[in-house]
Structures are given as C-alpha cells and as structure tokens.
C-alpha cells in the first residue's frame, strides 16, 4: 500500500472517454479525488488534468510527470483504451513514479487482472464532498464565466433500473451537505453575478423554500418557479439536450425566452407557465420572428393543447412528455 504521508506531488488525471472530448464540462468525480488529496495531505501539491478540457493534454501531461512522485486514474470502462498509453509512457520514462486507479470500473470489477499498470487500484468511493476551485480546468471556468455556473448537489441514485450502473453497484444517492451547497452558491453569486439561478434538483429548492411536503409547497408564494424549473428540466430531458444546445434569451426591449432549443439548424422555444390558461404576449412573439424559431411552446400544468396562433401552442406538461414536438 502506497504510503500517503510520504507523497507530496500528485497528478490528478481524467482521461477522455471518447474521441469527442466533453469540453465545458466538470468531471466531478476526478475533481473531487483531486480536492480531497489536496485538503488531506498537508503541504502536498497537487494537479488535475482532465483531457476533456485541455487542448495540449499530452504535452501537459509529460511536463506535469517531470515532478510527481504519484499519478491517479478515476476510471470507467469507456476511459481504459486511452488512459493504458498514458500508464506506458509513465512506465517506461518515470519508472519511480506511483500510479494507482481508482473509480467506478475498480470498483465493478475488482479482481479483474490488471497486469503491472497500477501500483495500487481503489476499490471504494473516495470522499466527494468538496470541490476545490484553484483546480478546476481553465476552460470550465471559461463556460462559467460566459454561460453557467454549475453547483452540484449529489451524487449516485438510490432507485435499480435493471440496465443501469447504479443499480449494479447497489448504491444510494449521497447528497451533499445543504451548507456546503449553500457556500457554494454564494461564491459562484459574488463571483459570477448570474443573471438567474436554475434548481435542477427541486428536492433541494424545496429545502430551500422549507415546503417540505406537497401540501405546503401547493400554498407557498415560490410554487410556480418550483414547477416552471421542474417543467424546463422535464423538457430538457425529453429532449435529450446537451447543456450547449440549451440557452436562456432576453433582449433589451423586454422580450424573453425562458428555454431555446438549438440543434443543427433548428430551433425550438419554449415558455413555463404555472397557469392553466396561458395566452400568446408579445414577447413570445419578438421571440419566435428575431430567433426564426421552428417552433414556439407554452408548457403549462393542464393536459389540453391548443393553439396561440399560428406559430405558437399552448401545450400541458404530461401531453408533452408523452407526445413532444418534432425532435
Ligand atoms: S437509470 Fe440509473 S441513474 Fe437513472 S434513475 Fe435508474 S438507477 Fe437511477
């Protein structure tokens, strides 16, 4: 077992997972192991790279080896084809370095053959509770600062659908401390200055607003922006969409769009209404000509749909999973 009190320089590594590279995005799970090493070994200094978001990986990679006494994999399946070469290359150049794998594909498959690749495989899940923001990849911060903040509130998933690795791993959703979420709200507020905040998770929003039933989030003042951001997270679902397809738009002269769609060359707009009779605004219709929209819907809690106009429908939520709009 690798002596921890004698490892000060370690390297943090998240390869790809495909040959498109998942640019923008936090890897939370390798930033996470990359922060608990940090906090938990006084005096070490520690990098993470994660292929994901730089340009010159390779590069980086060999130059961040020149100083390390350690180098950690947080493996699943899809990364063992290009994390391998990596290990080669430290083997053959860096012979006293340590390297040891750990994540989700150690833990699956524990006693699979690893040959001499690993000095040392991690079998259980690492603390995830913090996020340090020094080791965050320059390019998420990048999206960040032009486009979202992301805060996270938990991990894994407590229900067994037979097809998925959650299931397989028996696991349980682990939510992270509601301080600590809060903290780190109100950094990304003071730092970033958003515009709007989304509660992708409304378990959390409702801790928030203290509805922690049906009945006293049904009379609380905030229960339309609970459904119209549990509405704009279903439809984003529905539709798959990737965080770069998906845009909050408001111009100056007032006219907003609370969620636009955009694929390829079409684009589709929708509007949250907690309401059961909305109408067609004039917003929505500076939407629909300035943004050449395919399509325009007013998600609502009903389970009619019915038309604004011409270019506009007023669509209920349930109507709309179960049917959509042209994809
Ligand atoms: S597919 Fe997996 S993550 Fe999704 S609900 Fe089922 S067990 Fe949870």
Redesign the pocket.
Known sequence: MIDLSKVKNILIVNSRSSERKLTGMVMWGALAVASHYKTAIPGSDVVFLDENNEDNFFEKFKEVLKTRDMVGFSLTSMQIKYTLPLIKYIREYYPNIKVIGGGIHMILFPNEDYGDYFDEIVTGEMPKDHFLHELYPEKVLEVFRKKRAQVISGF??????T?????VRNCK?ESMAPEKICAEIDYLVDKYNPPKIYFRDSGILHSFLDAPDPRSLKFHPKVGSSWEGFALEEVIRSYRARDEETFFWATHNQAELDLLISRGNRKVGFEFKYNSSPRLTRSMQIAFKDLKLSELAVIFPGTDEFPLSPHVKAIGLKKFLSKGLRK
């Open positions: 894994n998933c407590s229900y067994k659908c097809f998925c690795v959650n299931s959703y």
